[in-house]
Structures are given as structure tokens and as C-alpha cells.
């Protein structure tokens, strides 16, 4: 192991002298934090060593996280031990810290057996919070720690985007913004954050929003000497260490050698630390821009949503699993983000300047966002750049400036329900207009539940259409259309596709029969109501079938069939079939 092995001796002292699962905190932290750090080296020797035994074509890296774990769990300074995924593992000690160490291989080896590959997708918004969208303050903090690793001029990697880019392009938006930069500041980059309104942190992160200051544990190269010297800012932030508001991370790489080097040091922020600021931000917007991603940045967005956060942007995976994000990936979505917040365009369709010409180099503007009792529950919509999809997260019941909830059909004085998705406004209903249609099994109660069941000549007047949008009123109220095939597929790929779309469109009524209730992540609320075809009617309660405008010839009309399954059907219906009908709101 590469500078590692002069330690070994002290790492064995500090291992006979804690033999106790209960070990009492030493009188000063700057012992625990050097106990904290032994611990990790021998951890790493035994991570390395364990490598050794390997032939990496048949490596596991979930076995090889498992032998350790169980190897470290023996050892008295330990508490408690798991690993997030394969590299990253999160240490409970015995004198009452936590830490965390992180194992990656150096950029450009081939050999990925730790934390999964490298993926790229854009940032991802996880919820607002805030019925008012209007942010006065101009003042914007850029935060880089880890500078080395991310931006030149301290990045000498190939390619390394120069941090003055960010910079400029903040500051050449239609907003004037009042920008500020700080990098490797350590935890005083954080001291008065929240006199700002538009803050981008890049840095390391983890997977539940907790981010790296960047500033060294120790004064000292660790690597120097078996007893490093502790930094002198360690007492100012004692207390916080002994809660586990701060912890302790160490990053480690390896090569195809198989050897491993520490690489630093650092303070992690958790989301304990940041609920225990008396910051409160004028409707802020933070860009948690960080190396690693996971499904649970809802908690650092949650707990900053308490401190006039309006806006939190962060990586997510939706298999629930944690992913490496490539500078590329990062810098990318910086980008977007910045660009979308600050410049007369709409790349992203999350957040955008108001069109007021006026207010445009004045205010920045949200529109309307309704979260409600469902702000966890997250849109999604795929894109996929490279080999690993991410997803493109978006509070459920986003609302564009027009956005209806419900209309009424001045044809017959029915109220539907409405919900915007994406950039469509959909009935949230099915159609119960009674000029044409039957009921199914001509029962009218089902009418009142499921609306009525059309054929494909009765919806469209027997008029095609493939655009989008079809351009058909049909038998839809003034001012709604029929929806072609296309602009069903736009709603099922904005659902996350059609594996999965059915699901998320399907209501969570329990009158799904014999299948699992949807999650109606968007209130489009799909209900079984069943088809009919020459008088006889069948599987009501069991599937739900959606005329398009759309066919592939006469008497093959194309229609949408969910079946209380995650995946979406399109198929094709003769001009006898009756099914339900869901119009769109024109442009």
C-alpha cells in the first residue's frame, strides 16, 4: 500500500489500546479524530490486502463490500459498519463519531469495481416549496471545494472546465447578478450563506445530500507522519463532531495495481448540521452540484426547505441504487441550470425568466408550483445520454402559468377535473357526454364512475389525424382536442416510458380489480372502465382503453390499453369496439 505501511504500527496500538465495543470519548476530540483516522487505515490496508486475493474478471464488488464489512465489525473501535453501495462505507465508532471513507479507482482504469460506473443525465429538481416564485435578492454564491478535482485552474486534468466560465456566464445573464466566489474555504465558505439567494456548491457528495466542505482534517500532509497533527479549526467545531452534525470522510483511490492511496481529508456537512443553522434564505434556490448522487436528496432538500429554500437541484437514480456523476455530466447540468434561471430561454422547461420584458433584468421567476400533500412524490422524465439513464425529476403537480384544474363543459353543464403534465393539459376524467356512446353493460351508474365508452367514429367523426397536436375536436368540448398517438406517447415518455408509465397514470382507487393500485403520480387518475364491442361489454374494473386520433387504416383504429400492470399498451380496435375518451386542451 503506498504510504501506508510506516502507520502500521501505530494503527496496531491504537487496535490493542480500544478493545472495548463501549469505549468512553477521550477528554479531547483531536484524540477521537486521530483514533477515527487509524481506524480508517487499517480499513484501507485490509480493503487492499482483500483486493489482492481477487481475479478482477470475476470480481464481486457487493461480496467484496460484504467480506469487509464483516471483517470490520470484529474490531473494538467499531460500533457499527455498512457500506451505501460497494465503495462507500459509513463507520459508527466507538468513542461516539462517525465517519464515512470512500474508495474509488483513479479516472481512466478500467478496472470500476467500486460505486458502479460513471453515469451522466442533468440535474434534477426536487420539489419547491413555495407558493411565491419571485426571488429579489441578486446576490449568488459559487462554492468550490475539492478544487482539484473538478475546475482549472486547480484541475490540471485534460478538458478541466476553467471555473471563470461559470462565473461569466452567471454574470452575463438577463438577471444582474451579484456573484460571489469561493473555493477550498472549507465550512467558512458556509458562514453567511444565507444573505444569498442563488447558491451553486460543488463538491463530493452523498447520496442523502450531505456535502464536503473540502477543508483538511489535518494541518499537516496526513500522509507525513504516523501521528498527523490535527487542524487547529477542529475545536470551533467540537461540539458538531461529537453530535455527528460534522463527520469525518476520507477518499481513497486505486489502479489496476490494485494499490491503494489516500487521497484527503475532509468535513462532511450532514443534514443535521445544516437544521441546526440559523439560516434563512429570501427565497433561495441551491444547486447541490456534487460528484454522487441518490434517491434520498430529498432530505437535504426538505431540511433547507425549512430555511425559505424554494428550490433544491441534485442527482437522483430511480432504482434506488447511487451513482458516480462525471465532471462532464456536472458541468453540463451547471450550465443548464444557470441558463435556465438567468437567461431569456426555457432549456429545461423547470424554471425560466417571466416573459414580462420589463421584469426580465429585474426579478427572477418560477412559475406556479403546487406540491401539496405530494411533494415527495416525483415525476420523472428519462434522459439518457450515455450507458446509465438518469432522470429528470419534476414536482408532480408542476403548473404552467395557465394551468387548469378544472373546466366545465358548456355543452351539457358537466365539470371535469383537468391536470397539467409536462407541456399538455389532459382531462382528468373520462368523457360523459351523452349525445353518443353507450354505458357500459348500459348501466348508468357506470357512466357517473367510468364516463361513457365511444367508438373510434363517434370520438373523431371519423376524421384521422397522426399530428401532434391532432388539430380533431371531435366530440370533445370547445377549446379540447382528440389526442393523436403522438401526444399520448409525449405523456408516456414524460411518465418515465412505456415500462413503467402505466403505473404512474393509473388512479390509486382499489377498484382496480386484482392488480395493485396505481400511484397517479400526475392526477391523471386511469380508471377500468372496461370495453364494450357490438353490445357486449367486458372487463370493467380490469382495464382501461384511450382512442387516439390516430389509425392505421379503415376500420384499424390505434388505441392506448392500461391493464394494472407498470407497462403501457398501444394497439389497434375496430370500428365496432367502444372505449373511453380523454381530450387535451388546445394550445
Known sequence: MKKLLPLLAAILLVSISGCKKDEPQSETIEDDVKALYALHLQIAEQFEASLASYDMADFDAFVHADELVLWAEQLPEVAEISFVTPGVFSITHTNGLKSAMVFSPEEDEAIYITRGGGGSGPMQLYGTNSEEKKITNKKALVIVAHARDFYAPYCTKTGAKHIQDVIDLMEGGDVSLDVTLRVNEGIAAFSDISDYSFIIVNTHGSRDGSFSTGEAVFA???????????????????????????????????????????????????????????????????????????????????????????????????????????????????DTVIRSLIYDIDTTGIAHLSNGTELIRDTIYWERFNIGKRKQRLAERYFIFDAQPFEHWLDPDYEYENCETEFTDQRDGKTYAAT????????????????????????????????????????????????????????????????????????????????????????????????????????????????????????????????????????????????????????????????????????
Not at 393523436?484 to 380489480?513: C, H, K
Not at 382495464?543 to 384499424?556: D, K, L, M, N, P
Open 420 to 587: 397539467c403534465i409536462g407541456d399538455q393539459i389532459w382531462m382528468a376524467e373520462n368523457l360523459n357526454y351523452a349525445s353518443v356512446g353507450m354505458c357500459y353493460d348500459h348501466n348508468p351508474n357506470s357512466c357517473e364512475t367510468f364516463g361513457r365508452l365511444y367508438t373510434w367514429n363517434e370520438i373523431t367523426g371519423g376524421v384521422q389525424s397522426d399530428a401532434s397536436p391532432s388539430g380533431i375536436q371531435g366530440i370533445c368540448p370547445e377549446g379540447w382536442h382528440v389526442p393523436s398517438m403522438a401526444e399520448w406517447q409525449e405523456l408516456i415518455n414524460f411518465a418515465g416510458g412505456s415500462y413503467v408509465a402505466g403505473t404512474r397514470l393509473q388512479s390509486d382507487s382499489p377498484i382496480w380489480y386484482d392488480s395493485d393500485p396505481g400511484t397517479d403520480d400526475y392526477g391523471f387518475a386511469a380508471l377500468p372502465a372496461g370495453e364494450c364491442d357490438d353490445g357486449d361489454c367486458f372487463n370493467e374494473d380490469d382495464s382501461a382503453g384511450f382512442w387516439t386520433s390516430s389509425r392505421y387504416g379503415v376500420g384499424s383504429n390505434k388505441y392506448i390499453l392500461l391493464q394494472g400492470i407498470p407497462s403501457v399498451v398501444e394497439s389497434v380496435g375496430t370500428d365496432t369496439q367502444r372505449f373511453s375518451c380523454r381530450c387535451v386542451k388546445d394550445e
Open 220 to 334: 499537516s500532509d496526513l500522509l507525513a507522519s504516523s501521528d498527523p497533527e490535527v487542524a487547529n479549526s477542529i475545536n470551533d467545531i467540537a461540539t458538531d463532531l461529537r453530535e455527528n452534525r460534522i463527520i469525518v470522510t476520507t477518499y481513497w483511490n486505486y489502479g489496476t495495481d490494485k494499490q491503494l492511496e489516500v487521497q484527503s481529508a475532509s468535513y462532511t456537512l450532514t443534514k443535521e448540521y445544516v437544521a441546526n443553522q440559523n439560516w434563512q434564505f429570501d427565497n433561495g434556490v441551491f444547486v447541490a452540484n456534487y460528484c454522487y448522487s441518490g434517491v434520498n436528496f430529498g432530505q437535504m432538500g426538505d431540511v433547507l426547505a425549512t430555511k425559505g429554500m424554494i428550490s433544491f437541484y441534485g442527482y437522483g437514480h430511480p432504482t434506488g441504487k447511487a451513482w458516480e456523476v462525471t465532471n462532464g455530466c456536472a458541468w453540463a447540468s451547471e
